[in-house]
């Protein structure tokens, strides 16, 4: 865990970026994100009280704040280096608890290969090191498989309690994002398919649906407020149950219609019944619920989205294909500060992670994977634990937006699954097990390499950005931009 958040610290102390929330390899919705965060601190309803964006991440990073004293008499004063440091501190705890998972799962020697590979990957490294949400949810996911492990090889006494922080685990998960609610459903299927009693099933619904009572109460109240104060304003009430969220229709609808290209986007046909007011907010992350054409879409856009795709099935399957070819490149990643194999080179598309120009990785990564899946796959609690994130990941991809972030934040199932692959590989090839002195050896390899790293951080290196600008000249950030190294 140490050396992960050491080498996520020199990653930013490397790029120059110890100063901000934002990278260059990947700048998202973290100024979103600190925006809700000051918004709850300073006691202020966020986005006119409609929960566009899950409150997960704002709260612990409003509750981080506030304990280092960044609210000052109304004030807020974001520190940002006690808070780069505390995602880094995320972000490290997550490869300790795949680590952990690992050694459970598949043993010693996965353990030491996910220890290696999620110390030193470069995409997870990035994404440990902005204030975007990848960090907070990669750590409720391992934590939600440790705890469902635990609950399904344990007595049924001692089980029940396990049950209840899986599924405590799970929500907190899909209070950052809402799509882990797809592996709060495998999970129970796991469970009862494993012989979980009754007991332990109803104490992870119950631990569930507790950790998501206050906000489903907090989110009717803001609704209905809006509801109430914009009466004859907007085409109608607002749904005023959402646990977690309210733009599952809107990015559904967005994701898909003729001219979805896979990522995120605001060219909805529908849109062209706005004026120029409304687009300017949805760039900016925000919407207008004035325009009819917005209400529909955030309303019924599931319906919208599913219409288009069942009179387009062709158009669709192609723009499936895209989805996945948008978010393959977080397997394309290499290691270290510099991205040692395909390079720092690559695009940055809109609110998304950089994805490499050079992909030879991804194959390599992707055998691995599939590996790691064969070698599991008649093991009904480990394969049913693993498949639970990723059908919550591919559902995301397929049914929204292909995003390499995305599968950046899911990478500790990955490597768990690569883990596998490695150590079985190995035995193959007659490598004897796993010894003390196997893992003084391994640690010690870790070690040096942090030290080479630490050693090349001071190193000057830069890259140049291309892409959309303002009239004043400045790039536009929350656009698609091509990221060059400096000659």
Not at 32 to 56: E, K, M, S, T
Not at 119 to 143: D, K, P, R, W
Not at 342 to 369: M, N, Y
Not at 430 to 437: E, I, M
Request: proline share 5%.
């Amino acid at each position: 865990m140490a050396a992960a958040i050491a080498e996520r610290w020199l990653f930013a102390r490397a790029w120059n970026e110890t100063h901000t929330l934002t990278s260059v390899f990947y700048y998202g919705d973290a100024p979103r994100f600190l925006q809700y965060a000051v918004a709850i601190l300073q006691g202020r309803v966020f986005d006119n009280g409609i929960p566009f964006h899950p409150p997960g991440w704002p709260l612990v990073l409003a509750a981080f704040m506030r304990l280092c004293g960044a609210l000052q008499r109304g004030n807020v004063v974001v520190p940002v280096t006690a808070v780069k440091l505390f995602i880094a501190c995320l972000s490290g705890a997550t490869v300790a608890g795949a680590t952990l998972l690992a050694y459970e799962i598949s043993g010693a020697g996965a353990m030491l290969a996910v220890a290696l590979l999620g110390t030193f990957q470069f995409g997870h490294i990035a994404e440990g090191t902005v204030a975007n949400s990848e960090a907070l949810y990669g750590l409720f996911v391992i934590a939600a498989l440790l705890a469902g492990w635990r609950w399904l090889r344990l007595p049924v006494g001692r089980s029940l309690v396990w049950a209840g922080l899986t599924g405590a685990a799970v929500a907190c998960g899909m209070l950052v994002r809402a799509e882990f609610l797809a592996a709060a459903i495998v999970i129970a299927v796991v469970a009862w398919r494993a012989g979980a009693s009754r007991a332990s099933i109803g104490a992870f619904a119950i631990a569930f649906c507790v950790v998501l009572a206050p906000t489903t109460v907090w989110h009717w109240r803001t609704l209905n407020a809006f509801n109430v104060a914009h009466v004859g304003r907007v085409a109608g009430p607002l749904p005023r149950f959402a646990p977690v969220t309210s733009y599952g229709p809107f990015n559904f609808a967005m994701s898909n219609h003729a001219y979805a290209d896979g990522g995120p986007n605001r060219d909805h046909p529908l849109l062209d019944q706005c004026n120029q007011e409304t687009d300017e907010r949805l760039s900016a992350g925000e919407l207008d619920l004035q325009c009819p054409a917005v209400y529909d879409l955030y309303v019924h856009g599931y319906t919208i989205g599913a219409l288009w795709m069942l009179n387009n099935p062709g158009a669709a399957i192609v723009l499936l294909g895209r989805k996945i070819e948008y978010t393959i490149g977080f397997l394309a990643h290499g290691y270290f500060i510099d991205d040692i194999g395909p390079g720092v080179e690559g695009t940055r598309r809109r609110v998304d992670l950089v994805d490499p120009a050079d992909q030879w990785l991804a194959p390599v990564h992707l055998g691995l994977l599939l590996a790691g899946i064969a070698l599991l796959w008649r093991r009904r609690i480990a394969a049913g634990l693993i498949a639970a994130p990723l059908a919550a990941f591919g559902g995301s991809v397929l049914l929204f937006y292909g995003y390499v972030r995305l599968g950046a934040a899911y990478l500790p199932i990955i490597w768990i699954l690569e883990g596998t692959a490695i150590a079985a590989g190995l035995r193959r090839l007659g490598k004897r097990s796993v010894t003390p002195r196997t893992v003084g050896a391994v640690m010690a390899a870790l070690l040096v390499l942090l030290g080479i790293e630490a050693a090349r951080s001071g190193t000057t290196r830069a890259v140049t950005l291309d892409g959309a600008r303002m009239p004043s000249g400045m790039l536009i950030q929350d656009e698609t931009l091509a990221i060059h190294r400096a000659p």
